[in-house]
Nanobody, 124 residues
């Protein structure tokens, strides 16, 4: 059973930065795609970024526009999302997810395991 635990959310002013972490456990992640999604109140969960655990492929949603960086530390089995130049519209619960088949998808349904989420609030 895969377990994902996010941390690092909080309240930040517009223009500020946060780094989210996702500690992963329960299996080998060598063939897994890891992703970050977010869900704002009243909206559907949306794709933010993903990475093959090997690090060979990375993708971002268009709204990221160079502000966010996804990475992973294989030794620590931890996924990160560095978020810079945050905007009020980035306010959401951010979720870490794992696709055990490594399909490198961008849809919610592509992912098998989810963390509990961490709240990010950006004030104007």
């Amino acid at each position: 059973q895969v377990q994902l635990v996010e941390s690092g959310g909080g309240l930040v002013q517009a223009g500020g930065s946060l780094r989210l972490s996702c500690a992963a456990s329960g299996r080998s992640f060598s063939s897994v795609t890891m992703g970050w999604f977010r869900q704002a109140p009243g909206k559907e969960r949306e794709f933010v970024a993903n990475i093959m655990w090997s690090g060979s492929r990375i993708a971002y949603a268009a709204f990221v526009k160079g502000r966010f960086t996804i990475s992973r530390d294989s030794a620590k089995n931890t996924l990160y999302l560095q978020m810079n130049s945050l905007k009020p519209e980035d306010t959401a619960v951010y979720y870490c997810a794992a696709d055990q088949h490594g399909a490198y998808g961008v849809r919610v349904d592509d992912y098998d395991y989810w963390g509990q989420g961490t709240q990010v609030t950006v004030s104007s």
